[in-house]
């Protein structure tokens, strides 16, 4: 047998399907390793590698205790933790060269969540009837290389149109194992970013710029993932310095929208000690789903982004309570940090005649910052728009300054 793919799933109803998958993969030559994530009944027509007795034992408790916690969710809740100690201690033992999971709504949450644990560049495939519709995708995929496979069927019976989608899933596992690429050791030289549409043509001009200088790029969408996955790589020293050109993940607790970013963004680079370039690039608005703006913001200048998304401008309230949260997250950075901010506005509505154009309320922000910030954080002003390639290039600049002045 050559590597070894873990294959999780609640053996209770799903063990037929996770039997025939692992067959399929064992017949490509690959090892498995079976996890029962079952919480209530015994497996269907399957032997797992790792009972649910002992699956159950990885986070301090035990079956018969998950089965007795009260509520299924809390039950599920339990599950997972122990089912993610248990799978990062096998890759830490070397035991998983891949992972994979099918199940339904708890059973693709428990499998998908134990994945997450996996590094970026682990093969990770999760199979599932609700990955697909209006679900949300964030307990599928979290801030990892999740591939998602909707199984157009539900799991349940080998029919011809699951015995498809499972012969293609091993064939996907197969390819990915045995030609893939795990994640590679950085040059050094290797600088994280963070952009929107709002700020795609900046960032672009600041690429270009930044490898002129002999750096590499690697851009983050500020989707309210990207940010904290950039955080997460950052914290595995896959970087050098970060370049935070967009950074709406920050505003957006606030109002609710769905740009999350999560407690912690735009202080896990200071804790590491990176360099890094602040720049309040779409700070001004919120993001949320056409259809579902809260009444409480219904009154506010709005922004349809494209049929999916609407844009929502911060109040100017909230642009200086923007400022205050700013200067609170960045004073405790132990590394060294720069704001650049561009005056003519911060996203591409803040423009004259825009329907975000509010200079008062954007001054406001820079004001509170100003009061609050640590003094010897540098800001720098800039006449631009934030989507200025000008701009790009300026705050490329002061990164590769940045960067230079850095003790060897």
């Given at each position: 047998?050559?590597?070894?793919?873990?294959?999780?799933?609640?053996?209770?109803?799903?063990?037929?399907?996770?039997?025939?998958?692992?067959?399929?993969?064992?017949?490509?030559?690959?090892?498995?390793?079976?996890?029962?994530?079952?919480?209530?009944g015994?497996?269907?027509?399957?032997?797992p590698?790792?009972a649910?007795?002992?699956?159950?034992?990885?986070?301090?408790?035990?079956?018969?205790?998950?089965?007795?916690?009260?509520?299924?969710?809390?039950?599920?809740?339990?599950?997972?933790?122990?089912?993610?100690n248990?799978?990062l201690?096998?890759?830490?033992?070397?035991?998983?060269?891949?992972?994979?999971?099918?199940?339904?709504?708890e059973?693709?949450v428990?499998?998908?969540?134990?994945?997450?644990?996996?590094?970026?560049?682990?093969?990770?495939?999760?199979?599932?009837?609700?990955?697909?519709?209006?679900?949300?995708?964030?307990?599928?995929?979290?801030?990892?290389?999740?591939?998602v496979?909707?199984?157009?069927?539900?799991?349940?019976?080998?029919?011809?149109?699951?015995?498809?989608?499972?012969?293609?899933?091993?064939?996907?596992?197969?390819?990915?194992?045995?030609?893939?690429?795990?994640?590679?050791?950085p040059?050094?030289?290797?600088v994280?970013?963070?952009?929107?549409?709002?700020?795609?043509?900046?960032?672009?001009?600041?690429?270009n710029?930044?490898?002129?200088?002999?750096?590499e790029?690697?851009?983050?969408?500020?989707n309210?993932?990207?940010?904290?996955?950039?955080?997460?790589?950052?914290?595995?020293?896959?970087?050098?310095?970060?370049?935070?050109?967009?950074?709406?993940?920050?505003?957006?607790?606030?109002?609710?929208?769905i740009?999350?970013?999560?407690?912690?963004?735009?202080?896990?680079?200071?804790?590491?000690?990176?360099?890094?370039?602040?720049?309040?690039?779409?700070i001004d608005?919120?993001?949320?789903?056409?259809?579902?703006?809260?009444?409480a913001?219904?009154d506010?200048p709005?922004y349809?982004?494209?049929p999916?998304?609407?844009?929502?401008?911060?109040s100017?309230?909230?642009?200086?309570?923007l400022?205050?949260?700013?200067?609170?997250?960045?004073?405790p950075?132990?590394?060294?940090?720069?704001i650049?901010?561009?005056?003519?506005?911060l996203?591409?509505?803040?423009v004259?005649?825009?329907?975000?154009?509010?200079?008062?309320a954007?001054?406001?922000?820079?004001?509170e910052?100003?009061?609050?910030?640590?003094?010897?954080?540098?800001?720098?002003?800039?006449?631009?728009?934030?989507?200025?390639?000008?701009?790009?290039?300026?705050?490329?600049?002061?990164?590769?300054?940045l960067?230079?002045?850095?003790?060897?």
């Amino acid at each position: 047998m050559g590597k070894t793919v873990v294959l999780i799933g609640t053996l209770d109803t799903k063990g037929p399907e996770i039997a025939y998958l692992r067959d399929r993969l064992q017949s490509h030559g690959l090892s498995t390793i079976v996890i029962d994530s079952g919480i209530l009944g015994e497996p269907l027509d399957i032997v797992p590698d790792i009972a649910h007795e002992q699956s159950a034992t990885y986070a301090g408790s035990d079956l018969e205790s998950i089965r007795k916690a009260g509520s299924r969710g809390k039950a599920v809740e339990m599950m997972q933790a122990s089912l993610s100690n248990l799978v990062l201690e096998l890759y830490q033992n070397g035991k998983v060269d891949a992972s994979v999971s099918m199940g339904g709504a708890e059973g693709a949450v428990m499998g998908a969540s134990a994945m997450m644990v996996l590094p970026v560049g682990i093969p990770k495939v999760l199979v599932s009837p609700i990955a697909s519709g209006h679900h949300y995708f964030g307990p599928l995929v979290g801030t990892r290389d999740m591939m998602v496979v909707h199984s157009v069927v539900d799991i349940l019976g080998l029919n011809p149109i699951a015995c498809s989608i499972f012969d293609n899933v091993a064939g996907a596992l197969y390819g990915m194992v045995a030609k893939g690429s795990g994640l590679v050791s950085p040059k050094g030289n290797h600088v994280a970013i963070t952009m929107l549409g709002n700020t795609t043509t900046a960032i672009m001009s600041a690429k270009n710029r930044l490898e002129a200088a002999g750096y590499e790029a690697v851009i983050f969408h500020s989707n309210g993932v990207g940010g904290p996955a950039m955080e997460e790589l950052a914290s595995q020293d896959q970087f050098i310095g970060v370049i935070d050109f967009t950074t709406n993940e920050v505003y957006d607790p606030l109002v609710g929208g769905i740009h999350d970013g999560g407690p912690d963004r735009l202080e896990v680079i200071g804790r590491l000690g990176l360099p890094q370039i602040i720049v309040p690039g779409c700070i001004d608005f919120s993001v949320w789903s056409t259809g579902t703006v809260p009444n409480a913001l219904s009154d506010r200048p709005m922004y349809d982004h494209n049929p999916e998304y609407v844009l929502v401008r911060a109040s100017s309230d909230e642009m200086a309570e923007l400022g205050r949260i700013f200067a609170r997250k960045l004073n405790p950075a132990k590394g060294s940090v720069k704001i650049a901010i561009p005056i003519k506005g911060l996203s591409i509505p803040n423009v004259p005649d825009g329907v975000f154009w509010d200079p008062d309320a954007d001054a406001r922000f820079l004001g509170e910052l100003k009061q609050n910030l640590r003094t010897d954080i540098p800001i720098e002003l800039y006449d631009c728009h934030v989507n200025d390639p000008l701009f790009g290039e300026a705050v490329a600049d002061l990164f590769t300054q940045l960067i230079q002045s850095q003790p060897s």
